[in-house]
T-cell receptor, first 112, second 113 residues
Framework: QQQVKQSPQSLIVQKGGISIINCAYENTAFDYFPWYQQFPGKGPALLIAIRPDVSEKKEGRFTISFNKSAKQFSLHIMDSQPGDSATYFCAASADYGQNFVFGPGTRLSVLP | DAGITQSPRHKVTETGTPVTLRCHQTENHRYMYWYRQDPGHGLRLIHYSYGVKDTDKGEVSDGYSVSRSKTEDFLLTLESATSSQTSVYFC????????????FGSGTRLTVV
């Protein structure tokens, strides 16, 4: 029940396209859902996060869509750029910022 | 990464030897975590700390121990390293109620030969 599933495992998108990464969870106690971006040789960095009281959050080209009833959330990257090429992790916490459970990651490649 | 430093950045060690990884923070955050990252498994929690001398196990704690004698330092020890512990280890910090989730260090790449 603590698991967070993430798909796809890898994703290739053309420059300017939309990248979509999906995550699903079972634990209804989760109340904070961040996305992390990781470049090779670096630690993950917080990209954007959402609480379950809203269905969507947008920051620049990055949008989280949240479906509480389906227990799913997704990351949309609009106008994808080669600089967005990285590994993306979804995560969930039941302690508002503590003890996160992470998805297995999606490796995104944006072709120029 | 600002405020959090891991050392060493790379280490090669032999099977059966003890290894200690260090995480140092300057943010005065209460919570500190050790994760390991392996292909196909994402980030898995090894141990975490919620204060000085207060630690608890994560999902993959076997073969690892931790200590936190000061707010700023969190040590991860492999008592007798095995090849299965070859991984990239990340330390993270957070503060309760924070809107910023975790701040991760840059990682330590450990190879056990």
């Amino acid at each position: 029940q603590q698991q967070v599933k993430q798909s796809p495992q890898s994703l290739i998108v053309q420059k300017g396209g939309i990248s979509i990464i999906n995550c699903a969870y079972e634990n209804t106690a989760f109340d904070y859902f961040p996305w992390y971006q990781q470049f090779p040789g670096k630690g993950p960095a917080l990209l954007i996060a959402i609480r379950p009281d809203v269905s969507e959050k947008k920051e620049g080209r990055f949008t989280i869509s949240f479906n509480k009833s389906a227990k799913q959330f997704s990351l949309h990257i609009m106008d994808s750029q080669p600089g967005d090429s990285a590994t993306y992790f979804c995560a969930a916490s039941a302690d508002y910022g503590q003890n996160f459970v992470f998805g297995p990651g999606t490796r995104l490649s944006v072709l120029p | 990464d600002a405020g959090i430093t891991q050392s060493p950045r790379h280490k090669v060690t032999e099977t059966g030897t003890p290894v200690t990884l260090r995480c140092h923070q300057t943010e005065n955050h209460r919570y500190m975590y050790w994760y390991r990252q392996d292909p196909g498994h994402g980030l898995r929690l090894i141990h975490y700390s919620y204060g000085v001398k207060d630690t608890d196990k994560g999902e993959v704690s076997d073969g690892y121990s931790v200590s936190r004698s000061k707010t700023e330092d969190f040590l991860l020890t492999l008592e007798s390293a095995t090849s299965s512990q070859t991984s990239v280890y990340f330390c993270a910090i957070s503060e309760q109620g924070s809107n910023y989730g975790y701040t991760f260090g840059s990682g330590t790449r450990l190879t056990v030969v």
